[in-house]
């Protein structure tokens, strides 16, 4: 078993900034990629952004120049520090892990509860 535990979300005013942890726990050997996806309501859960096993890191087009992800293998956390926040960033934000080795065999496309970011005057 994979679990995920997202923390760091909140209420910011815009032009704020907010860092997001999501700490891997379980028995596991090797995590694969992960990412930060957001979802606003009334539409679709979307990617954020994106860090591989070898730390190469892809951003939405939203998030480029503004977020950073960032991890620690030995923590087995994945970080989300978000700059210069804007309202249309609001959103339930979900930490993802794409495959995980564990004492059990792979486990694949596991998900946090998600951490509400409120950006709001």
């Known amino acids: 078993q994979v679990q995920l535990v997202e923390s760091g979300g909140g209420l910011v005013q815009p032009g704020g900034s907010l860092r997001l942890s999501c700490a891997a726990s379980g028995s596991i050997f090797t995590i694969g990629s992960m990412g930060w996806y957001r979802q606003a309501p009334g539409k679709q859960r979307e990617l954020v952004a994106h860090?591989?096993?070898?730390?190469?890191?892809n951003y939405a087009d939203s998030a480029k120049g503004r977020f950073t992800i960032s991890r620690d293998n030995a923590k087995k956390t994945v970080y989300l520090q978000m700059n210069s926040l804007k309202p249309e960033d609001t959103a339930v934000y979900y930490c993802?892990?794409?495959?995980?080795?564990?004492?059990?065999?792979?486990?694949?496309?596991?998900w946090g509860q998600g951490t509400q970011v409120t950006v709001s005057s």
């Open positions: 860090i591989t096993s070898g730390a190469s890191t």
């Open positions: 993802n892990v794409d495959r995980a080795t564990t004492p059990r065999g792979l486990v694949y496309d596991a």
